[in-house]
C-alpha cells in the first residue's frame, strides 16, 4: 500500500521551486505556528485548509515559506499564489501551469500559456489537474488574501477565493491574510515576536552588527519595535547603512513618533504608528544620500505597489518635473535611485514568472505602499496623478507591436490605481480624456470589458465636453465604444455607436480617411453577427477597396478584412469566392507575418476546410499537412497532441485516408486525434465521446464501398 502511494505521488510530481516568491534572510523561526500548521494539515490526503492571518508585514508568508522548506518531502507538489488581486491570481495559475507542464508534457491542450486569450482557460485546466483521482497530496499558499469577497465588503476589487479553488475535496491549502474575518479553514493568529531574543536576532541580521542580544539600547529597540518583523527589519536595514549608535537611533525613533502623533492624529493603531515613525527615519536619511530615491518613493504613491519599471517612467516631456527626466535619463541613474530604497528595506526586486520584453520591475510591501499615500503623500498631488496615468497610457502598446499582450498584462495593476483615481474623481476630469481612452484600450486587449467600458465613457463625457460631439477624438472613442459593444454582444448599441461615429467623420475627414474604414468594417463584422450577410459583404467590401487604395494590397488591416469576407462567403457556401479571399489572405500573411505566424497557420487551415468540402482532396491534404507542419513547428511536435486546433487538422487528414481507401492510415491519425482529445478535454468530455463512438465505425477487414464510405464520413461528422 505504501508502494502504491508512492507510486501515485511521483506521477504527479512537480519541482519544487520558491523562485519567484519574496523570501528573505531575516525570518527567525516560529517554532510553535510551524508545528501547528503542519498538525492541523496532516491528515489522508482529503482537504485541509489553514488560515495564517495578522497584521500587514507580521511575517505571515515568511513562515509559509518556512513551513514549505521544512516540510517539501511531504507534498508532491508545492504552487505558491498571489490572491492580492484577480490578475495577479491568474498570473500565479499561469505560473503553476508551467511547472505543471515541464514534468507532465500531455497536462494541457493549450499551446500559448502566454497568450491573453488562454488565462481562464488555464486557471480552469489546473484547477482539473489538482483534481484528478490520486492527486492528493499536493500544496496550494494562497498569498496576500487581504481583500477577501465578504458580507459588507463592498469593493468591487474584492477577491472570491471559492472561485479559484479546485473542485474535489482534496490537497492541503494554506491562506496569508490580513483579515480574521476569513472563515476557510483552521485559523492561526500571528502575533507579534514574544521572544525578545527573536527580535534581537532580526535586528543583528539585518544590520551585521555584533553583540546586539545583550546591548541595553538594542533592547530598548527591540522592545519598542514590539516584535514587528517588518519594523525590525527596516530599522536593521538603516543602521547598516548608517553609521549611528542604536541610542541615537531610538532617540531619532521617539522623535518620528511624536512628530507623527502631531501630523496624522487618525492614526489609531500603535502597529502603524510603530512602522510610520521607522519609515520616516529611514525617508529622512534618503533625502539626504540621494534626492532622486526620495521623489520616486513619493511617486510610487501614484503607481500600484508591484513591479515598477525603467521603461514605464521614460514618458517625460519639458513640461514634466525636471527630476523625472533625470532620474530616468538612463539605467544607471534610475537603478543607483532604486538601489538606496532596497538598502534601506523599501524596496525589493520584483519576482514574476512571467515573461519580460523589457526591463525587470521593483516591488514595496503594501504596508510600505500605504504610508507613502497616507503620510508621504498626506497632501494629495492631483498634478503626479495625472503625470502617472500618463506615463501608464502612453505605455499602452499599439496592437502591431511585437507581443503586445505582454505588456498589457504587466500594465493591468497600475491601470486599477488609475482606475481609482478616475473614478473617485482625484484628478481634473477636464485633463484626463486622453488617458481613459488609452487606459480603455488596454482593458479591451486584456478582455476586462466592463472596467473598458467605464474608461471609454468618462473618456467620451470628457471629449464632447472639451472639444464637442463631432470632433475626430471624441468619434475615436465613440467607434471604440462600437467595438466593445460588438464584443459584449450589445448589438444594438454597437450598432448605434458605429452610425454616430460614421456619420460624424463623413462631416469632418475624407470618405478614404482610415476611421472611416475602420468603421464601415467593424459594421460589416456587425452585421454578420446580426445574420445580415448582404450587408456585410457590403461593407467588407467598401472597407476593403478603401484600405486597397490608402494602405497597399499587403498591408494587415487590408488582409484582415480580406480573411472576414472568406469567412463570409464560406458562411453563405459561395466557396469559389471563400477560397479567393482565403488563399489571397494566406499568401499575404506569409509574405508581411511569415509562415508560423498563428494567423497564417489558421488560414491554411480553413483553406484546407474548404477544399475538403469542395471534394479537391489532394489539395485539403496540401494544406492540411502545411498547417500541421506549422502547429508542430510553432509547438513543437510532442505537443501538438494536446493543441486543439491541430487535433482537428490530425482527425480531418484521418477523413482522407477514408477517401484513399486508406483505412489503416486513418485509423492511426484518427486514433492519435482521438488520444489528444482524451487528453485535453478528458475522456468524459463530449467531443471525445463523439469522437470515440466515431472512430469504432471504423472495419479494417471489410474494403468499403462507395455509399458506405460516405455513410462513414457522415458518421465521422467530417463532412
Known amino acids: 500500500m505504501l508502494t502504491s502511494l508512492g507510486f ?90 508551467k511547472q505543471i507542464s515541464r514534468e507532465h508534457p500531455l497536462a494541457f491542450q493549450l499551446s500559448n500559456l502566454d497568450a491573453k486569450e488562454n488565462i481562464d482557460k488555464i486557471v ?114 538603516y543602521l547598516d547603512q548608517v553609521a549611528i549608535s542604536l541610542s541615537d537611533y531610538l532617540r531619532l525613533y521617539k522623535q518620528s513618533w511624536v512628530q507623527l502623533q502631531e501630523s496624522t492624529p487618525e492614526l489609531d493603531s500603535y502597529e502603524d504608528r510603530t512602522l510610520y515613525s521607522i519609515w520616516q527615519i529611514s525617508f529622512d536619511h534618503i533625502k539626504q544620500q540621494n534626492y532622486l530615491s526620495a521623489k520616486l518613493l513619493c511617486f510610487w504613491a501614484y503607481f500600484d505597489s508591484q513591479d515598477l ?12 518635473p525636471d527630476w523625472v527626466r533625470e532620474l530616468t535619463k538612463d539605467e544607471v541613474t534610475f537603478h543607483q535611485a532604486v538601489r538606496v530604497l532596497s538598502n534601506h528595506g523599501l524596496v525589493e526586486v520584483h519576482t514574476s514568472s512571467q515573461e519580460l520584453i523589457e526591463s525587470r520591475g521593483y516591488s514595496i510591501h503594501g504596508y510600505v505602499h500605504s504610508w507613502t499615500i497616507h503620510v508621504l503623500n498626506r497632501a494629495w498631488d492631483p498634478r503626479l496623478a495625472r503625470l502617472a496615468m500618463k506615463f ?43 488617458e481613459c481612452h488609452k487606459l480603455g484600450l488596454l482593458y479591451a486587449g486584456q478582455d476586462k470589458l466592463v472596467e473598458a467600458e467605464q474608461m471609454y465613457q468618462r473618456a467620451l463625457q470628457v471629449k464632447e465636453k472639451i472639444w464637442g460631439p463631432e470632433h475626430t477624438s471624441t468619434l475615436k472613442t465613440v467607434a471604440n465604444l462600437g467595438n ?76 484582415a478584412t480580406v480573411y472576414n469576407l472568406g469567412v463570409l462567403y464560406q458562411h453563405q457556401y459561395k466557396l469559389v469566392e471563400a477560397k479567393q479571399m482565403y488563399q489571397r489572405a494566406l499568401q499575404g500573411y506569409e509574405k508581411a507575418r511569415g509562415p508560423e505566424y498563428t494567423t497564417t497557420i489558421d488560414t491554411a487551415y480553413n483553406l484546407g476546410v474548404l477544399y475538403h468540402n469542395q471534394g479537391k482532396l489532394v489539395e485539403a491534404e496540401e494544406m492540411y499537412q502545411r498547417a500541421l507542419q506549422g ?19 490530425i482527425w480531418n487528414l484521418g477523413s482522407l485516408c477514408i477517401y484513399q481507401d ?58
Not at 309 to 320: I, V
Open 8 to 97: 501515485k505521488r511521483k506521477d504527479f510530481s512537480v519541482v519544487f521551486s520558491l523562485s519567484n516568491v519574496p523570501e528573505v534572510q531575516y525570518f527567525v523561526a516560529r517554532k510553535t505556528e510551524l508545528v501547528e500548521i503542519h498538525k492541523a494539515l496532516s491528515g489522508d490526503g482529503s482537504r485541509r485548509t489553514v488560515v495564517l492571518h495578522g497584521l500587514g508585514g507580521i511575517g505571515k508568508t515568511q513562515l509559509s515559506i518556512a513551513y514549505t522548506k521544512r516540510h517539501k518531502d511531504s507534498y508532491s507538489a508545492i504552487f505558491w499564489l498571489n490572491i492580492n488581486d484577480e490578475d495577479s491570481l491568474k498570473q500565479s495559475f499561469v505560473k503553476a501551469a
Open 124 to 237: 480552469d485546466a489546473v484547477k482539473v489537474w489538482l483534481s484528478l483521482p490520486h492527486n492528493t497530496r499536493w500544496l496550494m499558499i494562497y498569498d496576500n488574501y487581504d481583500n477577501p469577497k465578504l458580507p459588507g465588503n463592498t469593493d468591487p476589487t474584492a477577491v472570491d477565493i471559492q472561485k479559484s479553488l479546485p473542485e474535489s475535496y482534496q490537497g492541503s491549502i494554506i491562506i496569508t491574510t490580513q483579515s480574521s474575518q476569513v472563515r476557510n479553514g483552521y485559523n492561526i493568529h500571528i502575533r507579534q515576536l514574544s521572544d525578545i531574543q527573536d527580535s534581537l536576532a532580526i535586528l543583528a541580521n539585518v544590520s551585521r552588527r555584533e553583540g546586539l542580544r545583550s546591548d541595553p539600547d538594542a533592547i530598548m529597540l527591540a522592545k519598542e519595535l514590539d516584535g514587528l518583523p517588518l519594523a525590525l527589519a527596516t530599522a536593521g536595514a
Open 309 to 320: 519599471w525603467l521603461e514605464l517612467l521614460q514618458h517625460s516631456d519639458s513640461d514634466d
Open 392 to 434: 501608464i497610457g502612453s505605455h499602452v502598446p499599439e496592437s502591431e507591436s511585437f507581443r503586445p499582450w505582454l505588456t498589457e498584462r504587466r500594465l493591468l495593476q497600475h491601470a486599477m490605481r488609475c482606475s481609482y483615481i478616475v473614478l473617485n474623481n482625484l484628478v481634473p476630469d477636464d485633463d484626463i480624456a486622453w
Open 484 to 559: 466593445l459593444y460588438r464584443r459584449q454582444s450589445k448589438l444594438v448599441d454597437a450598432e448605434q455607436m458605429y452610425q454616430r461615429a460614421l456619420q460624424g467623420y463623413k462631416k469632418v475627414v475624407g470618405p478614404e480617411h482610415i476611421s472611416i474604414l475602420s468603421t464601415i468594417n467593424g459594421l460589416g463584422v456587425l452585421y454578420q453577427h446580426q445574420g445580415k450577410l448582404i450587408e456585410a459583404e457590403q461593407m467588407c467590401w467598401q472597407a476593403l477597396q478603401g484600405y486597397e487604395k490608402v494602405l497597399g494590397l499587403e498591408h494587415t488591416s487590408t488582409l
Open 631 to 649: 502547429y508542430e513547428k510553432a509547438l513543437g511536435p510532442d505537443n501538438v497532441i494536446t493543441y486543439i486546433p491541430a487535433l482537428h487538422t
Open 662 to 719: 486508406d483505412m489503416v492510415k486513418a485509423r492511426t491519425m484518427c486514433s492519435k486525434a482521438l488520444l489528444g482529445y482524451e487528453k485535453a478535454l478528458g475522456p468524459e468530455h463530449p467531443t471525445s465521446q463523439l469522437m470515440r463512438q466515431s472512430l469504432c465505425a471504423l472495419d479494417l477487414k471489410k474494403p468499403l464501398s462507395t455509399s458506405k464510405r460516405y455513410k462513414l464520413l457522415r458518421k465521422l461528422r467530417l463532412r
